[in-house]
């Protein structure tokens, strides 16, 4: 009699987000990342915050206009968390349940460290939205980006030529200050979880460390030849 066949569920894929400030690089090294992990053969993909779904991005569009602020900071938190809600149910725990890699550009660090820590949101606000919108999800590992403010902002402005600055890049050089440093203290707050990464230094120099952190932290486990 034939054997009958056992589907094997997938493992879960690994969920591994990118966080700094403005012009601390996450974009590109996100990119580069995720084009050494496909090499691998490691199936990946790369998605952002806020935005990342359609809807997710349709609320994006309206919190870098501007139009969140205007309606005050509670209510800017619960756009991002509603963001985050359909980002997580649509595309972020499917591809990981399929397992593949998600690599995100931002994630619920930013509403803790923009909106928590620096835009005052009560903590139990935050939380609250944190448990509604993610649940039990964390990432297996946070690369926090860090680059002087001035290097940051510099970059930012190059990159953004003639365009006018969206509404967190518009913010004082105090506040890009402040953010550093409520990084810094979130790294140091979660060391098993994040990892700070000095990003003032080349794209390949920069691409080298967290390689090594990724490889160190999380490709134990996979056949050192797909990974060399
Ligand atoms: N936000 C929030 O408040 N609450 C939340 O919950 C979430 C977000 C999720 C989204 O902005 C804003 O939403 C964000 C926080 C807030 N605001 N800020 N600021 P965004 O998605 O439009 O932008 P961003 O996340 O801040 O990233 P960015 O400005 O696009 O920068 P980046 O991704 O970190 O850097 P990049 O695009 O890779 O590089 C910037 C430029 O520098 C570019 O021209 C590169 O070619 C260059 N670059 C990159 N690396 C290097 C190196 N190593 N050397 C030299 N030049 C480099």
């Known amino acids: 009699m034939a054997k009958a066949r056992v589907k094997r569920r997938p493992s879960r894929g690994h969920f591994i987000t990118f966080e700094g400030g403005e012009g601390s690089g996450k974009s590109t090294q996100i990119r580069r990342l995720a084009e050494r992990l496909n090499g ?10 806020p935005g990342g779904s359609p809807g997710a991005e349709i609320i994006r569009h309206l919190l870098l206009s501007g139009m969140g602020k205007l309606l005050g900071p509670d209510a800017e938190t ?12 649509t595309v972020i725990l499917p591809a990981l349940n399929q397992g593949t890699w998600v690599l995100c550009d ?18 139990g606000l935050v939380s609250a939205m944190q448990r ?34 969206d509404r967190f890049e518009a913010e004082n050089v105090q506040f890009h200050q402040d953010l550093r440093e409520a990084y810094k203290q979130l790294a140091a707050e979660d060391p098993q979880r994040c990892v700070l990464i000095n990003a003032d230094a080349d ?7 967290i390689w090594n952190v990724l490889r160190e932290r999380l490709l134990a486990t996979v056949p050192a030849a797909s990974h060399a």
């Not at 053969?41 to 915050?49: A, G, P, S």
């Not at 619960?78 to 149910?89: E, M, Q, S, W």
């Not at 794209?203 to 460390?209: G, P, T």
């Open 40 to 49: 691998a053969k490691l199936r990946t993909i790369v998605t952002r915050e």
């Open 132 to 165: 509604v919108t993610i649940g039990d999800l964390k990432p297996d590992l946070t690369f926090i980006l860090d680059v002087p403010v001035e290097v940051g902002l510099k970059r930012a402005a190059a990159r953004r030529g003639s365009a006018a600055p």
């Open 203 to 209: 794209a390949d120099a920069v691409s080298e460390r």
């Open 78 to 89: 619960l756009l991002f968390a509603a963001a985050r809600d359909d980002h997580v149910r």
């Open 106 to 123: 931002r994630f619920f660090d930013s509403t803790r460290v923009y909106q928590g820590r620096l835009g005052q949101v009560p903590p």
